[in-house]
């Protein structure tokens, strides 16, 4: 179960990450990118909660 909490911690890592940069970036499309990723990556946490808390039904 730890390998699960772990990946959606790395998830939300990396979507605050690409935030962040996203805010410092001054190209336009460079911007869009850092945030279309960020966005990708929540959606990643989001289904890893779903799977977590699948798992923790079933136990």
Excluded: P
């Amino acid at each position: 179960m730890s390998a699960l909490h772990a990946k959606l911690e790395r998830f939300e890592v990396l979507a605050a990450e690409c935030e962040m940069i996203a805010s410092r970036v001054q190209d336009g499309s460079s911007r869009e990118l850092y945030l279309r990723l960020g966005a990708r990556y929540r959606d990643l946490a989001t289904d890893m909660r779903t799977v977590i808390a699948s798992v923790n039904q079933a136990a």
